[in-house]
């Protein structure tokens, strides 16, 4: 009976040879995926070309209609857009989201689940791998094969190869900045079907309630998605000051970040911090004032393309991850730049 059993689990532990289809769980605003989402539908190509990929959209009402028809028709790869329309969707709520989850890989069996490795995501594989009882991968930022994953840990001073062996479904959230969206994205027409919810059982979600939702209406590009990012630190001293940093992004047509420091001290919003606990950003210029360039930092910044740096220390660590270094006091330089750069 024990060599039955030993056998079992190992049949088990190998099931992730079959074969791979994988499910997204995708976020939607305003009628349209969010580009995270997209991003992780080439995580889902590197996991296997030939995969079929099935995208998972929440939600209730028209929005969520616009979103099924974009998520359809935006990505070649997308074989089919599962639709799950009710007011328990209405506003995400990360149990609700995990408990459907497991409806749907209870009908799907997908062998692979992804998600970005965002707010959303976050807050929803490790629940849904929970009630899947797998452990999920997190913050991938390259795929080998269908088995083996790349994740940076130590704040990103080091990279980690990992192989999960465990039994299906292999869940991983991935960073979006690393799986950059490679094709003309306005080319297909993927299946659309609804998710049956008859089974949906509510009193399984438990404890938590929607109560509200507050986000800053701005016209700057997403910080997670920004091709120029100006990023100011605590030597902005004031929430008044760092409109300095605002003008100068509104110029560049940039987005803005914040330090820790900078967050904490209340001059700016929390969804403004890049760094280890904040955002990570992947532009191709990351500008840096009065930031001392601490790792927690680095380690959201690290796969920026050009780094400039201002700092009044010239023994600054931030210098030595910079292209191009000003060593001088900010509310000279920025003032300057202001002045010296064509209204946009
Ligand atoms: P400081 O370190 O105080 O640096 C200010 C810099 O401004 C100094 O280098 C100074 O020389 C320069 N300066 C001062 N005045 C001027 C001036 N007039 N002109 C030009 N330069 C000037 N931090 C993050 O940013 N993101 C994270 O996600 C994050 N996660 C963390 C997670 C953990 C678990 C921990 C422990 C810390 C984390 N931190 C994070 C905090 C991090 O360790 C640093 O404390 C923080 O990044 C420092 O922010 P700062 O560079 O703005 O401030």
């Avoid at 099924?68 to 506003?91: E, N, R």
């Amino acid at each position: 009976a024990i060599k039955t059993t030993s056998l079992l689990r190992f049949s088990s532990v190998t099931s992730i040879s079959r074969s791979i289809s994988t499910l997204i769980l995708a976020e939607h605003d305003g009628g349209a995926i969010k580009s995270q989402s997209i991003s992780a539908v080439e995580a889902a190509k590197s996991v296997d070309k030939q995969t079929s990929i099935s995208l998972l959209l929440a939600g209730s009402g028209p929005s969520l209609q616009q979103a099924a028809a974009h998520a359809a028709s935006c990505h070649p790869s997308i074989s089919q857009v599962l639709v799950a329309d009710s007011d328990k969707f209405t506003h995400p709520l990360a149990e609700t989201w995990a408990r459907l989850v497991q409806l749907v890989q209870q009908k799907g069996e997908y062998s692979h689940i992804i998600t970005a490795s965002n707010s959303f995501g976050k807050n929803i594989l490790p629940r849904a791998a929970a009630l899947l009882d797998v452990s999920p991968i997190t913050d991938v930022i390259a795929i080998s094969s269908s088995n083996q994953f790349v994740r940076p840990i130590y704040a990103g001073n080091a990279l980690c190869t990992v192989r999960y062996s465990g039994s299906n479904p292999c869940m991983l959230s991935v960073r979006s900045t690393s799986f950059a969206v490679s094709v003309d994205l306005k080319s297909n027409e993927a299946p659309i079907s609804q998710v049956d919810l008859s089974t949906f059982d509510e009193d399984f979600v438990g404890k938590s309630r929607y109560i509200n939702h507050t986000a800053q209406v701005t016209e700057r590009p997403d910080l997670g998605n920004a091709q120029v990012v100006i990023t100011g630190g605590r030597a902005l001293k004031s929430a008044e000051n760092f409109k300095m940093i605002e003008k100068l992004a509104e110029k560049l047509g940039a987005a803005v970040g914040a330090t820790r420091a900078a967050v904490d001290a209340g001059f700016v919003p929390n969804d403004l911090q890049v760094g280890q606990t904040g955002k990570i950003v992947a532009p191709k210029l990351y500008m840096a004032f009065g930031v001392s360039g601490a790792i927690q930092h680095l380690a959201g910044i690290r796969d920026s393309k050009v780094i400039v740096a201002v700092n009044k220390d010239a023994d600054a660590p931030i210098f030595q991850v910079a292209d191009y270094g000003l060593v001088g006091d900010l509310f000279e330089v920025i003032p300057e730049l202001l002045e010296k750069l064509p209204e946009k």
